[in-house]
């Protein structure tokens, strides 16, 4: 059973900008980083398509998703924080004036 191969991303870069370059054919570069050329011609396909989010402004989908469920995540906790409080003083108060709360 044969391992697969893992390479960077900055491995892929380096050899997706070598490729771009068109010094060497895809061949010969295949050849001198010991990948294939089908792998190759894959990530250069791949690095073209995501090539435009260097230049996006402004933030994207995921990072507006991410934003937005941290914003939940702190109401949700400042909310607890809030009913918890709410919870102890009335077990203070209702021991105060001696009555018995039984736990659920």
């Known amino acids: 059973m044969n391992k697969r191969n893992t390479y960077t991303p900055e491995f892929k870069t380096r050899v997706v900008l070598e490729i771009l370059k068109e010094e060497m054919t895809l061949s010969q570069i295949a050849q001198k980083y010991e990948v294939h050329q089908n792998m190759l011609t894959k990530w ?18 995921a990072e507006k998703e991410l934003r937005a469920e941290k914003d939940r995540s702190q109401e949700l906790e400042k909310l607890v924080g809030q009913l918890t409080y709410e919870v102890d003083w009335l077990k203070k108060k209702s021991a105060q004036f001696g009555i018995k709360i039984r736990k659920a």
């Open 44 to 61: 250069k396909q791949e690095f073209l398509e995501h090539a435009q989010g260097a230049f996006k402004r402004g933030k994207t989908e």
